[in-house]
């Protein structure tokens, strides 16, 4: 009886705890990362910075959100190598205010992999003896003995549709890579969140609601393009070279379906049209599908979800 009166105790903090958090916290900044994982990081990545703008800038546009920088990681931080990159990323995190961040890699791996909770996952990828091939084979080893599968997706990648499961060799770095040297730095960040993972945090009274600065959650171009029935195949030019008028097509689509949320200069959308693979158009996505899962997602069911807190969500 006390038992389950503790739980039943313990699962109100985190509703509470969850509620308070959405309702107190206001964001001013959204910013949208296009992560790579790779060893000159910076050269194709992009970040983006979105303002909110309240109620719309009076006689403009009413539209939430205006595109204010999107840049080049490797412009961004002063040095495109990958050790730079993250290094830039985390240090920024952790300086900034207000702010959502919306990250485009996978922030946790499957429960049936058996690896613990998310601490535990962190800890894991942190203390592999290796790189982020050796650990993705290591991964499918594990994934083979636990559940006679080389590749288990996780509830929220078949949910959202996410393009491969996390360890996937077309992944595996930006997850290795993101987890161990990004969020492996922010981690436990008196001020900052990592949703849906550090709502515990906020249960356990570790991290208070009026101390958050910034809320760092996992986002998905793609998965974003699929929400908002927007072409998610064929904008993303091969090989480098200027994007061909199918790509072309396809991303004035795209940018005609983002009008009616985000204001960007004549400039910046050039920017995006002329980029050869997607990646700052990427940015861009990665931020609006945070900001928008922020406002329609029930965060609450979220925090209680046995699968996301340790798994992990796609906010998109």
């Known amino acids: 009886m006390h038992r389950k009166q ?3 105790t ?4 985190l509703v509470n705890a969850t509620r308070a958090l959405i309702s107190t916290f206001r964001p001013q900044t959204i910013m949208g990362v296009d992560f790579s994982g790779a060893a000159l990081a910076g050269k194709n990545a992009w970040i983006a910075e ?3 703008v309240e109620n719309g800038r009076k006689g403009s546009s009413t539209r939430p959100l205006q595109l204010v920088d999107l840049q080049p990681l490797g412009r ?3 040095d495109p190598a990958r050790e730079t990159v993250c290094k830039y990323l985390a240090e920024r995190i952790l300086a900034s205010r207000q702010t959502l961040w919306g990250m485009d890699f996978p922030f946790g791996l499957p429960i049936e992999l058996g690896i613990g909770d998310w601490p535990d996952q962190i800890r894991h990828v942190t203390d592999h003896d290796g790189n982020a091939q050796s650990y993705g084979r290591y991964l499918v080893q594990i994934s083979q003995q636990q559940a006679d599968s080389m590749h288990i997706r996780r509830l929220t990648d078949r949910e959202t549709r996410t393009p491969f499961d996390c360890y996937h060799y077309r992944i595996i770095y930006q997850t290795f890579h993101g987890m161990r040297d ?3 730095a922010i981690a436990g960040d008196a001020h900052t969140l990592v949703l849906p993972f550090d709502a515990d945090r906020l249960d356990r009274g570790d991290v208070t609601v009026k101390d958050v600065n910034r809320i760092v959650m996992e986002a998905c171009p793609s998965s974003t393009l699929w929400q908002m029935s927007l072409p998610r195949q064929k904008y993303k030019q091969p090989g480098g070279k200027p994007p061909d008028e199918l790509r072309r097509k396809n991303r004035r689509q795209i940018l005609a379906g983002l009008s009616g949320v985000v204001e960007m200069s004549t400039y910046r959308r050039k920017v995006i049209m002329d980029n050869p693979g997607g990646d700052a158009l990427d940015a861009v996505l990665a931020g609006i599908g ?5 406002h329609r997602e029930d965060h609450v069911e979220i925090a209680n979800h046995p699968r996301y807190r340790r798994e992990g969500r796609v906010y998109c």
């Open 290 to 294: 945070i900001w928008t899962s922020w």
């Open 182 to 184: 990004v969020l492996g």
């Open 10 to 13: 313990g699962e109100e903090n």
């Open 6 to 8: 503790s739980i039943v």
């Open 50 to 52: 979105l303002k909110i």
């Open 76 to 78: 961004a931080a002063g």
